[in-house]
């Protein structure tokens, strides 16, 4: 088993999420992403993206903090939904 761990202070608030990889060939192409909480003084929520063995491919930091599950998540408009919703499509003449 692979696991992640940053330090004693940051601890994951959520599930994981598999997001996978729309031309990915193996069954575990794509990202893992995860919301973590830094319990120290000042430290700021993030989310981590994760690849397949686990190494860290990028993270993003908040000024507030985050909602400790995906589907609590609000959005103000369904113009961000459309965003995360409209991967590229493979047409039938790509198969």
Partial sequence: MIF?????FTYPVGEPLF???PEGVEEDDGIVIC????????QKDFLLFLN???TELGRATFDQEI???YHG???KSSSQVQEIQNYPKKSNSDN
């Fill in 4 to 8: 992640w761990k940053q330090d004693e």
């Fill in 52 to 54: 397949k063995d686990m």
């Fill in 73 to 75: 998540v609000f959005l």
């Fill in 67 to 69: 909602p400790i599950a």
């Fill in 19 to 21: 997001i996978p990889n």
């Fill in 35 to 42: 919301s973590f909480v830094d319990i120290r003084p000042d």
